[in-house]
């Protein structure tokens, strides 16, 4: 990077106070990866920046080199996601997204294939009306993303192709366990022939296609399930706006 200043787009994917007025934003850019800037005055009622820099904002910024923290010095947003911001589901939704990014990546690592992906996400919920399949496409390619891609064509253990039978996922393992392989392992729970189908799919195809994919609710409550357990064993914690997205369906079924 070239002098004190450099530029960059961003999306805010979380944000801290700092003092009376400041913030501490994380940002997730497509060349520096996951970063941390400040923006100084941004909690005043005049700040000019903030509506710039609010939660699930994808912005042009400037910013300056510092000591431990950079500090942003000019913005303009690019895409506001206001759908996302103007209906509660759909803001947990995007929070969710937003905190499998901060979770799964770590600071100044470059991942371009990321950003793109967040971003085309975001945009999704904003026009989509099957928001769990855009979140499970989401899901299966962040975890794809980070290292993390679960094998679902072959036993982990035999190595044999997977038959359309009920087979089972093991979560300390990463992937699919056939039925004869499964003695040893009591903990694999079982994943029906349909689940594996689309977790195939939603692995292997983008967002337009698993947009399209109608499902029953059976068969989302069993992948939503897997899913959220795999992250949940990947990160040794529970993902904290699950909670709200869950509530948030309670009431509004």
């Given at each position: 990077m070239?002098?004190?200043?450099?530029q960059?787009?961003?999306i805010?994917?979380?944000?801290?106070?700092?003092?009376?007025a400041?913030?501490?934003?994380?940002?997730?850019?497509?060349?520096l990866?996951?970063?941390?800037?400040v923006?100084?005055?941004?909690?005043k009622?005049?700040s000019k920046?903030?509506?710039?820099?609010?939660?699930?904002t994808?912005?042009?910024?400037?910013?300056?080199?510092?000591?431990n923290?950079?500090?942003?010095?000019?913005?303009?947003?690019?895409?506001g996601?206001?759908?996302l911001?103007n209906?509660?589901d759909l803001?947990?939704y995007?929070?969710?997204v937003?905190?499998?990014?901060?979770?799964?990546?770590i600071?100044?690592q470059?991942n371009?294939?990321?950003?793109?992906?967040?971003?085309?996400?975001?945009?999704?919920l904003?026009e989509a009306n099957?928001?769990?399949m855009?979140l499970?496409?989401?899901e299966?390619q962040?975890?794809?993303?980070?290292g993390y891609?679960?094998?679902?064509?072959?036993?982990?253990?035999?190595q044999?192709?997977l038959?359309?039978v009920?087979?089972?996922f093991s979560?300390?393992?990463?992937?699919?366990?056939c039925?004869?392989?499964?003695?040893?392992?009591?903990?694999?729970?079982?994943l029906?022939v349909?689940?594996?189908?689309?977790m195939?799919?939603?692995?292997?195809?983008?967002t337009?296609?698993?947009?399209?994919?109608?499902?029953?609710?059976?068969l989302?409550e069993?992948?939503e399930d897997?899913?959220?357990?795999?992250?949940?064993?990947l990160l040794?914690?529970?993902v904290?706006?699950?909670?709200?997205?869950?509530?948030?369906?309670?009431h509004?079924?």
């Amino acid at each position: 990077m070239q002098g004190h200043n450099y530029q960059t787009e961003a999306i805010v994917i979380k944000k801290t106070k700092l003092g009376e007025a400041d913030r501490i934003l994380t940002l997730f850019t497509p060349d520096l990866g996951k970063i941390q800037a400040v923006a100084k005055g941004v909690r005043k009622p005049k700040s000019k920046m903030a509506g710039h820099l609010e939660l699930l904002t994808h912005s042009q910024l400037v910013l300056a080199k510092g000591h431990n923290l950079d500090t942003i010095t000019a913005c303009q947003t690019i895409n506001g996601f206001l759908p996302l911001k103007n209906d509660l589901d759909l803001t947990s939704y995007a929070l969710y997204v937003t905190e499998l990014a901060e979770q799964f990546t770590i600071e100044d690592q470059e991942n371009r294939q990321l950003f793109e992906l967040l971003r085309d996400t975001l945009q999704r919920l904003c026009e989509a009306n099957n928001r769990d399949m855009v979140l499970h496409h989401y899901e299966m390619q962040l975890l794809d993303q980070a290292g993390y891609r679960p094998e679902l064509r072959r036993c982990l253990d035999c190595q044999k192709p997977l038959e359309p039978v009920t087979n089972y996922f093991s979560y300390s393992e990463g992937g699919v366990i056939c039925p004869n392989c499964r003695v040893s392992r009591p903990f694999a729970r079982p994943l029906s022939v349909n689940a594996l189908k689309v977790m195939r799919l939603l692995q292997d195809n983008d967002t337009i296609t698993a947009f399209k994919l109608k499902i029953s609710s059976s068969l989302a409550e069993e992948l939503e399930d897997i899913i959220r357990r795999y992250v949940k064993y990947l990160l040794e914690k529970d993902v904290k706006s699950t909670a709200w997205m869950d509530s948030l369906k309670t009431h509004n079924p």
